[in-house]
């Protein structure tokens, strides 16, 4: 299983940024994917995360700013960040789950991207 995030950026507050995961080694179309995020000090946090069947969730930071999104012909995750605020500064990480979308159900993780908002 491997899972490589794009490279993240650095983008002022207001503005936007794209992540993209590949993803391989697995049937990507028939799990739960998802984004997560870790600052500074912080623990690791959900982002959002999308079911097999295209059921979306998001932490309530995010919703409203944040959409995930997957290409199953292309095995690809993404995540359109609009909006962007200095408090969304962390790394992120896609991950894959072959259970449920629940956190803890997440067993293979990408390397992390960094996302650096300035204000």
């Known amino acids: 299983v491997q899972l490589v995030e794009s490279e993240g950026g650095s983008v002022q507050a207001g503005g936007s940024l794209r992540l993209s995961c590949v993803a391989s080694g697995f049937t990507f179309s028939s799990v739960c994917m998802g984004w997560f995020r870790q600052a500074p000090g912080k623990e690791r946090e959900g982002v959002a995360t999308?079911?097999?069947?295209?059921?979306?969730n998001y932490a309530e930071s995010v919703s409203g700013r944040f959409t995930v999104s997957r290409d199953n012909v292309m095995s690809i995750l993404y995540l359109q960040m609009k909006s962007l605020k200095a408090e969304d500064t962390a790394t992120y990480y896609c991950?894959?789950?072959?259970?449920?979308?629940?956190?803890?159900?997440?067993?293979?993780w990408g390397q992390g991207t960094q996302v650096t908002v300035s204000s």
């Open positions: 999308i079911d097999s069947d295209g059921t979306t």
């Open positions: 991950a894959a789950s072959p259970a449920s979308c629940h956190r803890s159900d997440f067993s293979y």
